[in-house]
């Protein structure tokens, strides 16, 4: 059986929004990717300037809506570029990951696997531990699939973390996303996550705040829909909030930025596709 990775799945789940999409805003979207592409080959940041991190939400949006020629050219891009620095923690996972997607060596993944242990090792007390074991399952489960002998220290990891009804909703949905890859308990997770819920549809960041945010709708959307609590009855208001963000092929992100960018694209799309598809699976098993 081919077990797909984390990324995998993201991109499978993007792919679906071709579906959603109505034609002419389907193209849209395609095009304001194109324009998001700088001159190199990377895509733009907010200020215009190539950059790793808005690159592998543009890897992951080509991918899914095969923009084949955008993909090449990011692929030039990421094979002949040099590595940015490890201290920019989240830049370097994120080329380290484009790196290995458009060109998987052996060689490349067991230096770098001995890296991130390393690296582990020495900050094992850092105080953000949530982001960085996330990122770091990511990569794992990019080169080897979800480690399997990791999967029993997976529930000791995650415990660890304060998670609470005041903790931020990526955070919770991260976690969400490492104990489901390990077929672990989620229900005090989803519990907490629900909780974060607006009444007028999406996600907030955190519990109390006024407004949600296409971020934390898209990934608690993605890590719900892929738990037993699922989001089917939240889907309609769901996709309201997601659609009334939408802006001329990209989307906003939802707390009154107004600034179009390859990032919020992206979180537009996974949770357009995590809503549908919790109803297109409600309608299908209903009898």
Known sequence: ???????????????????????????????????????????????????????????????????????????????????????????????VILRYSFK???LFKARTSF?????????????????????????????????????HKTDQLTSAFPLNSHSPTPHLASVMCIRNRGHLDVDDLSIMLLNNVHPEGGFVSIHDQPQADLLSTAVAAYALSRSPAGISQLAADGLGFVSSNFDRGAFLSGNGDPIRDVEYTFYGLLALSSYAQSLTETQESAP
């Open 1 to 95: 059986m081919n077990h797909l990775s984390e990324i995998e799945r993201i991109i499978r789940a993007l792919s679906a929004s071709s579906e959603i999409l109505e034609p002419a805003i389907y193209e849209e979207v395609c095009q304001f990717i194109r324009q998001s592409q700088t001159e190199s080959g990377a895509f733009a940041d907010r200020g215009g300037q190539p950059d790793w991190y808005y690159s592998l939400f543009g890897y992951m949006i080509c991918q899914a809506l095969n923009l084949q020629n955008e993909s090449d050219k990011l692929s030039k891009y990421v094979m002949n570029s040099g590595r940015p620095s490890k201290q920019k923690r989240v830049e370097w996972s994120a080329w």
């Open 104 to 106: 998987p060596r052996f």
């Open 115 to 151: 890296q991130l242990v390393s690296g582990w090792i020495r900050h094992r007390n850092s105080t953000d531990r949530v982001y960085q074991i996330f990122l770091n399952l990511l990569i794992f489960d990019c080169f080897w699939g979800f480690p399997r002998l990791l999967i």
